[in-house]
């Protein structure tokens, strides 16, 4: 076997005969190799020769790169502390390269450490015995270990049962002074105490007690003092054997003994109503501990900030330890540290905690208590000036996010919030959260906190005006866990609708002086919209044998189109039997809001509030609050396509518009079941660019081109006067809530979910006349097949089978089925009855039922016939231009009325494009003003030439 390594130049670096696998190959086994550069780039060719037959034998050249090992060993390993069951060891660290590092210890494998830290403390070392300890970096990228660090040998003490005196402490009580002294280390048990006392300042004359050994810690009552006068006392600890650490003499100053007295500023039971440490009484003269005083934890000269004693002593019993250092109140875990455990603690406020959950002396448990503040400065939460009870502990923890929670704080400031006006306090919490006190402090009975992360939010089912005092699921609370279910989700209906109900109409629960209907345009309560389960349907007329309306009426539309989804039909196909593609999952309050505050910018509602913006819209953070993306809609279209909308609109499209939830929360399909998007027949996507339904349908009208416009923008301005704007929304004319009980027997006209009322059109759709040789009127010579059987719906073809005469229309007159549009579009604007001009928008305005000022108008329409709400192809809102010639037989261009020659057969209304009678005259498309078998209707009725003078408006032209 012939095996060779090359650089890419082709310079051998080893050649190997043998068939030993090992890379670099062995100079013993008769190789010749030169050394790897890391990172180098090599390749690897193996040639041989085939025993049998002596044919060589060559395998492709394949290329590898060496890599040395990244791990590396520290070169400054040291021992700085060595006990007699305890080294320390230490080193610089270097965690760029370093996946963690290995301590070995007399050539074994002892532990893992994290590669930032740098030092490993071993406590399982023997007494009097040499040991000598190495360090390696272990790298993953190969895997590898690096080489061995310097040695470090060290030879452990030999352990003797000395005495390790702790801080001692005084604490003054009436007319006496309570004294702990602690220690540990001496384990034959035979050290002494002597405690001395006197006056301050002066000498330790007054008094003195030598005490017998005691388990740690020593405790001694000196009584018969007198109040009000300083006393000092020295401690003197007493061991044959000797010390280890800590000083053997202490003195403690300025003791004042004096009558207990409470007062705010003392740590006791009295603080928390409802304790239940200790049984209830703690921290007073006749409870655990007895009873504290300002000289419990002050003295007036001592090394610790806020001038803390160096050691505290219990008034009464003792605490589980004593020592305390304090120095900072912004360093983290100045007062207390929860982010590891420990057995022992001079932190002030883990000193004297035996019994709390957090900031225990002995914690056992990890507990990031409860968040980045108050791992710095207990005090935030837990003010000096209430006994350090929670207090504040909401907007300080809240302010940062916590676990998966978001930063609630911060919402309530943002561009739309719930609380406005006035400064948010952690009273206002207490309005929504069982969570919080009235007072604003922290209720522990409902709050899980860092001892229960992820727990559900106990959220506040509001009364009648009234916040609920007692908890009962269902009835005054909802338990809310946010993991993004619908099941959860919908859970926060209880807790929304329960303040935002009549009941509640003139409750301020924040005082800020709104009131949950403060915005709703009708002043009625959400709940009252929401809530609702009546329906009706869509379509206000049924077909019959005898007309040809639009089967509309087989949709069922619910008052409350999001929160009676179920109920709810919607959908459209290209053949108008109007199927339903709606889904049945219920559309919940929090889909659309946000809690606390939202930051979606620029205009999201029809009201101005006292944020410029309102209706608390969506805003999601990934990973916080159950949510995987973040999302927050945004302004979006362009005047290009006529669409441009802002955030408000934004919302309703990503919902509407979307199939499955990823870019947004949620899908139309995924989470509500719809198999359609959201939108009308006679909308675009966006209402911007893409095809319409009618074009989808009928493919000469895509040859209209794109989008027109409507509500949001226009592709040419109005002449007439409008006394409203839209501003790019969807709520000036929706209330997404449901519709208002306000409209009383009219709601079944405000479908879907409109904030006055509305019908829909009851006509089929119009559209060019597809058959162009049809062969009608009354034959003398022969049928002159030129007919076009009309595509448009009128009066007298859909109420009535063709019937000229007939007078039938729609029975509602236009306050109920236009009575939104007037609020913008008043009759003084569209129809003022100044003109009757053929093609004007006053003229052609005779044709909505009532608006006739002369009689004669053959046409008596609904608004919904002509125009439709969103969008369109057509400018000015317009679905049809019926008459309009050029696509006569459903052609792109060039169609033409029909024309007479040489030939008979008079076309009959509405038939149009027959002959008139017998000569050789032009036949008109829609009739002739001439022949006892013709109608005249919109023919020669302007100047222009003949067919142009049939069209009724030179807006829309197919």
């Known amino acids: 076997m012939y095996i060779t390594y090359e650089s890419p130049g082709a310079e051998t670096v080893c050649s190997d005969w043998t068939s030993d ?133 060290v030879h452990t003490l030999i352990y003797e049962p000395q005495t390790t005196p702790k801080a001692a402490g005084a604490s003054p009580a009436d007319e006496s002074i309570y004294v702990s002294a602690g220690y540990s280390d001496d384990s034959d048990k035979d050290n002494t105490l002597l405690i001395e006392w006197g006056l301050d300042g002066v000498d330790f004359s007054l008094g003195s007690q030598a005490l017998s050994h005691d388990n740690s810690p020593y405790m001694h009552l000196i009584s018969g003092l007198t109040n009000g006068t300083a006393y000092q006392v020295r401690v003197t600890y007493l061991d044959s054997d000797g010390f280890t650490g800590g000083s053997a003499v202490q003195v403690l100053s300025h003791i004042v003994p004096a009558v207990w007295s409470d007062d705010n500023l003392l740590h006791n039971s009295n603080r928390f109503p409802g304790t239940t440490k200790w049984g209830g009484d703690w921290g007073t003269p006749s409870g655990q501990y007895g009873g504290f005083t300002c000289d419990t934890c002050h003295s007036m000269s001592t090394t610790n900030i806020k001038r803390i004693k160096e050691s505290i002593a219990a008034p009464s019993g003792s605490f589980p330890g004593s020592a305390v250092t304090f120095e900072s109140t912004s360093v983290l875990g100045s007062f207390g540290d929860d982010t590891g455990t420990h057995t022992s603690s001079q932190k002030i406020c883990e000193v004297c905690h035996s019994h709390t959950t957090y900031h225990k002396y002995n914690q056992a448990l990890v507990r990031n208590h409860e968040s980045g503040p108050a791992i710095h400065d207990c005090t935030q939460c837990h003010p000096h000036d209430n006994g350090f009870k929670p207090s504040g502990g909401c907007t300080v923890c809240h302010a940062v996010p916590v676990g998966n929670r978001v930063a609630v704080v911060g919402q309530f400031s943002a561009n739309s919030h719930h609380v406005q ?107 009252d ?69 939202s930051s979606v910018s620029g205009m999201t509602t029809s009201y101005i509030s006292a944020t410029a913006n309102g209706g608390i819209l969506k805003d999601t953070t990934a990973g916080r609050g159950g949510y995987a993306l973040s999302y927050k809609p945004q302004a979006g279209g362009s005047a290009g396509d006529n669409n441009a909308h802002n955030a408000g609109a934004a919302l309703c499209f990503d919902c509407h518009e979307t199939a499955t939830a990823g870019a947004t929360p949620w899908g139309y399909q995924s989470t509500y079941g719809a198999t359609q998007a959201i939108r009308g027949y006679f909308d675009s996507p966006r209402f911007g660019a893409g095809l319409t339904g009618p074009q989808q349908r009928y493919a000469y009208k895509a040859l209209a081109g794109g989008n027109k416009g409507g509500h949001f923008d226009a592709s040419s301005a109005l002449t007439t006067t409008v ?28 479908v879907p979910l409109l904030k006055g009322t509305w019908m829909t059109s009851p006509f089929k759709e119009d559209a060019a006349p597809s058959v162009t040789n049809d062969c009608v009127g009354d034959r003398r010579d022969d049928a002159y097949c030129i007919s076009s059987p009309p595509g448009y719906h009128i009066d007298q073809n859909t109420f009535a089978n063709w019937s000229y005469t007939s007078t039938v229309s729609v029975s509602q007159d236009v306050t109920l089925f236009a009575g939104l549009c007037l609020q913008c579009h008043p009759k003084s604007s569209l129809s003022p009855d100044s003109t009757s001009t053929w093609k004007t928008v006053d003229r052609i305005h005779n044709a909505v039922k009532g608006w006739d000022n002369d009689g004669s108008t053959m046409h008596r329409y609904t608004c919904s016939k002509c125009h439709t709400p969103h969008n369109s192809s057509l400018p000015r809102l317009m679905v049809t231009n019926c008459l309009d010639y050029s696509h006569r037989g459903r052609v792109a261009s060039g169609g033409y009325p029909g024309q007479e020659s040489n030939s008979d057969g008079a076309g009959q209304f509405p038939a149009g494009g027959g002959g008139r009678g017998k000569g050789g005259s032009n036949s008109h498309y829609f009739g002739t003003t001439s022949g006892t078998h013709t109608r005249a209707c919109h023919d020669n009725e302007n100047a222009d030439s003949w067919p142009a003078n049939q069209r009724w408006n030179t807006i829309s032209p197919w």
């Not at 009546?534 to 005898?546: L, S």
């Not at 339903?580 to 809001?593: E, L």
Request: charged residues 15%.
């Open 21 to 153: 696998y090992s890379i670099p190959a062995t100079i013993a086994n008769g190789s010749s190799c030169g050394d790897y550069l890391d990172s180098g780039t090599y390749m690897m060719d193996v040639r041989g020769t085939d025993p049998d037959c002596g044919d060589p034998v060559t395998a492709t050249a394949e290329d590898f790169t060496w890599n040395a090992c990244a791990g590396n060993a520290p070169v400054d390993l040291s021992a700085p502390l060595v006990e007699s069951n305890r080294v320390v060891l230490e080193w610089t660290a270097e965690c760029v390269d370093n996946e963690y590092y290995k301590v070995y210890r007399n050539g074994g494998f002892l532990a893992d450490v994290n590669p930032c830290e740098g030092t490993y403390e071993d406590t399982s070392a023997a007494d009097d015995t040499d040991y000598s300890y190495t360090v390696r970096g272990f790298s993953t990228d190969e895997p590898c270990e690096s080489l061995d660090s310097n040695e470090a040998a």
């Open 421 to 527: 006006g006035i400064d948010v306090t952690e009273e206002h919490c207490y309005q929504c959260h069982w969570e919080a006190n009235s007072d604003g402090s922290v209720n522990t009975t409902y709050h899980g906190g860092s001892d229960d992360p992820g727990s559900e939010v106990n959220l506040v089912i509001y009364g009648s005006g009234v916040r609920p005092a007692s908890y009962a699921l269902g009835a005054t609370a909802v338990a809310y866990t946010a993991d993004g279910s619908r099941a959860q989700i919908l859970e926060l209906n209880q807790h929304c609708i329960g303040c935002h109900n009549t009941q509640n109409n003139a409750t301020q629960p924040f005082g800020d002086g709104k009131t949950p209907n403060q915005y709703s345009w009708d002043g009625v309560s959400i709940n």
């Open 529 to 597: 919209k929401y809530s609702q389960e009546t329906t009706t349907p869509w379509g206000k007329y049924t077909d019959t044998a005898t007309t040809d309306i639009t089967p509309k009426n087989t949709q069922t539309k619910a008052y409350s189109a999001h929160g009676d989804a179920a109920a709810n039909q919607r959908g459209f196909n290209l053949n108008e039997t109007w199927p339903n593609t709606s889904g049945s999952t219920q559309v919940a309050c929090f889909d659309c809001h946000n809690s606390h505050g």
């Open 723 to 750: 006394n409203g704007t839209i501003n790019g929304l969807c709520t000036p004319c929706h209330d997404p809530h449901g519709v208002s009980p306000s409209l009383g027997a009219n709601q079944q006209y405000a």
